[in-house]
């Protein structure tokens, strides 16, 4: 059965930091990605990569947040630097399995960004 927990989540004022952690099991995951959902958006991908490492970022996330993962822990870790007020959202993880087009998710933790 294929799970995926994320933790890291909490409130943080503007200019700080949190570093989100997703731990997936139950298969071998070939992408891997964060979303997020802000009240009254849409999910949103921030960042992506593949199983070599590959990576991708919305524009918003450029610069200030790095996307990486520890393929012998199927982990993939979310480092937020520079948070501003528009980052406060859901942020949940994803990723395939190996051999198939289908994303799993995480339940979602929600990252606050105010003073």
């Known amino acids: 059965q294929v799970q995926l927990v994320e933790s890291g989540g909490g409130l943080v004022q503007p200019g700080g930091s949190l570093l989100l952690s997703c731990v997936a099991s139950g298969s071998f995951f070939t992408n891997m990605a964060w979303y997020r959902e802000a009240p009254g958006k849409q999910r949103e991908m921030v960042a992506s990569?593949?199983?070599?490492?590959?990576?991708e970022y919305a524009d918003s996330a450029k610069g200030r947040f790095t996307i990486s993962r520890d393929n012998s822990k199927n982990t993939e870790y979310l480092q937020m630097n520079s948070l501003r007020p528009e980052d406060t959202a859901v942020y949940y993880c994803?990723?395939?399995?190996?051999?198939?087009?289908?994303?799993?998710w995480g339940q979602g933790t929600q990252v606050t960004v105010s003073s």
């Open positions: 994803a990723a395939q399995v190996i051999g198939s087009v289908t994303w799993y």
């Open positions: 990569i593949t199983v070599i490492g590959t990576t």
